[in-house]
């Protein structure tokens, strides 16, 4: 009894979430660009919207923002985690408090502070503007995902592997590093994340001809939803879940290989 | 701990980051009390901060701290329940199942609240179905109640997950040991699991309450301007009436709130692991 | 674990210059450089930039503003990030004010000769010495209603009060579009700077926002054409293009009044485009191409040429595209000063952030 109320709750918690989506995936098939009436099956959204340049170009600056963005902060903040358990715990604690301060502070003030500063340095905004936002707002999230892992390393097996004759970088790859990949990965993992998702700092960063997705959508939702939208919706929806299932699928393979 | 020869090495390697974080994080917000505390002619000033108290100002913030308490309180009343059913499945193998709960959070953040106008507009999809089934249809876009659907539609994956992973990592044992020492359900709830996943709690409401207490894009777009909240103004401020000493004070006032939540946090944070 | 993770870091830092380098080098295309314009949303027929682009080889960059107010604070805060920019009048004013604006060589824009006069002695309101503007559409603002929603007359901005339409009422998303029709509701100068006057608006605007459906600027089109909203605050321009895609939308200057507005061409002061900048306020008053943009747009052209050669009778000589303006009360916007603008500011914010 028990297991069907658990079972029926999450399938509510799931049809809140997507039932919305599924929602506009069926309206970008929708020939009629009323939302109230169904006009018949069509593509002509996905043809317009796949010729539509400012989309192609919005989804290149996002992606490309989004994977720089997270190659560097993820190795800016590893590095940053590893060095801090050499540090005194008083240097420690301010490096953490500073770091804290993107996470814990609204993305409004982060992006207005960070306007603030390219305008004063009068750095024109555009790539480079909201590439650097990006990085300063995702390093704490990176570090906040390797920083428990570096916290539990167990120095013994790293001192162990010293006394047995290892060189100091040696041992760093075979005994800590293992340790904290995981935290690495999914720090790596949040810092893409966010920095796809991100609308409110990438817009008060962002130059004159230069839009990502997110800023390209607001501007579209001020103009009014065209169906278009629904059908880059769609796309964008079923990339996710198919590269979920990639990614879900790989490790089952590999244990299946061991 | 070996792993540095000296300090000084792990200094040198810590070093990019500092430098990075002072001319990033700590000149910039250096700069927004430097606008906020002064005025247009440079002169030092409280007045920008002040403005928070007139009419039209105080209401907004009012507004978002009310919403913004609401939306967390939802997303924390929908997220825990939910984390413990998944804690309690033992998802080792196929742990797709929890992705499922946080994958909303990879499609882009407006189209979600897109989605929310698409379906709640006069003559949107909710109400185009209730109307053919001769029911009475729904009037809740451009309302409070919308806000804070978008907002919880947005933001419940940043609640759940935290919440599941520290469901998760309590050790079985522990329950276990409290059972054999003649707790009833109820009781390990209360002393063992719910202290034991405050730390995801925490997180999880400050991952909501921050980011709907100063979020404008969902109330534009769900609230069809005609709902103004404090993130709104401070936006306003800079993108179009164009008094970045303003737009900078009430970012300061917002700071105070953030830091606020922080204490309060950190306050209950302690208590839990006492 | 680890070596798929270094590859696919790997692949992502080869892929993204890949794709950076063939998408970047327009050069070719786009020999004579660059040109960033500034333009109000669904103000031009987009075929008009791609011939403007393919006949002078300049690479444009379009972007949209949805006010003068987000136009002004996106040039004060970066001036340069705009070559050409089409504000109304007032701002026009502020911006000349306050230094943002370089002045025209009309000898390299030989086409402002088909503006119509009388438009350019419109302009000397704003741009005394016609230095800096150039006209490129001009109107009124009134009232859209849906004919098979409103039975009552709409002939004044009362009817926007009307609790009967409650939730049936778009109002502009703009302080002095929203402000200006509380104000002239009340029989006040939609310049007024008088707090009493201004506190009046404020509060009739206030009553109103029960009966609002929504504050939008571009949305009121597609919103009424789509028919969910019984009346809209809405410009001129609109009225021709709504009626085509939906009969049953009819546009009424009130009889209290309105405000006449010219959008005109201007160049910022630190465009580091002057040249392509004056080339395009050159093309855009080009005969053919103002009337391309007429029939595209349906805002009211001060070219004298493209008004010659539309074919259309009915819109030659239709009142709604080229409203005669003795009609009815008619006033402009001023710049009205760094006070004022604060008056009003706080007025709009304090509608804006009523509860109702």
Known sequence: MRKVLERIYLAIILIFMYAPILTLIVLSFNSSKSRAKWGGFTLKWYINLLSDEAVASALFNTLSIAVLATIFSTIIGTFTCIAMIGLSSKLRSIIMGITNIPMINADIVTGISLMLLFRFLH??????????????????????????????????????????GASRPYAFFKTILPDIVPGIVSGALMAFTMSLDDFIITYFTKGSGFETLSTLIYNEVKRGIQPEIYALSALIFVVVLVLLMIVYRAPQAKTKEK | ????????????????????????????????????????????????????????????????????????????????????????????????????????????????????????????????????LHLPTLNIINTNGAIVLGMVYNFLPFMILPIYNALNRIDENVINAARDLGAGTVQTFLRITLPLSMPGILSGITMVFIPALTTFAISTMLGGSKILLIGNIIEQEFTQLYDWHLGSGLSIVLMIFIILNMIIENLSDNGGNN | MKRRIVSCLLTAAMVIPMLTGCGGSDLSKYPNGKLYVYNWGEYIDEEVIDEFEEEYGIDVVYDMFETNEIMYAKLAQDNSAYDVVCPSDYMIQKLIEHDMLKELNFANIPNSANIGEQYFEQSKDFDPENKYSVPYCWGTVGILYNQTLVDDVVDSWDILWNPKYNGQ????????????????????????????EIAVATADLITQKPLVQAYVVDQVRDKMIGGEAALGVIYSGEAIYTARENPDLVYVVPKEGTNVWIDSWVITKESKNVENAEKWIDFMCRGDIALKNFEYITYSTPNDVAKENIEDEDIKNSKVAFPDLDSFPTESYKYLGYEADRLYNDAWMEVKSADY
């Open chain 3, 169 to 196: 009422i778009l109002m502009q998303d703009s302080v002095r579009d929203a402000m200006m029709v509380a104000l002239l509701k009340n029989g006040y100068s939609l310049n007024s700077t008088n707090p009493d």
């Open chain 2, 1 to 132: 701990m070996k792993l540095f020869k000296s300090k000084r090495s792990a200094g040198l390697m810590a070093s990019p980051y500092i430098a990075w974080a002072i001319i990033f994080i700590v000149v910039p917000l250096c700069m927004v009390f430097y606008y906020g505390l002064t005025s247009a002619d440079g002169g030092f000033t409280f007045d920008n901060i002040a403005t928070i108290m007139k009419p039209g100002y105080i209401k907004a913030l009012k507004r978002s701290i009310v919403l913004a308490i609401i939306s967390t309180l939802v997303c924390f009343l929908l997220s825990y329940p939910l984390g413990m059913i998944l804690a309690s499945m033992k998802l080792k193998k196929n742990a797709y199942i929890v992705t499922l709960f946080i994958l909303p959070m990879w499609m882009n953040f407006l189209l979600r609240t897109l989605t929310w106008m698409t379906l709640l507009e006069g003559k949107g999809v909710i109400n185009t179905i209730l109307e053919f």
């Open chain 1, 123 to 164: 750095i024109s905004t555009g790539f480079t503007t909201i590439l650097l936002a990006h990085i300063t707002f995702n390093i704490p999230f990176v570090m906040l995902s390797v920083m428990p892992r570096v916290k539990n390393i167990n120095f013994y097996v790293y001192e162990a592997a010293l006394d047995l």
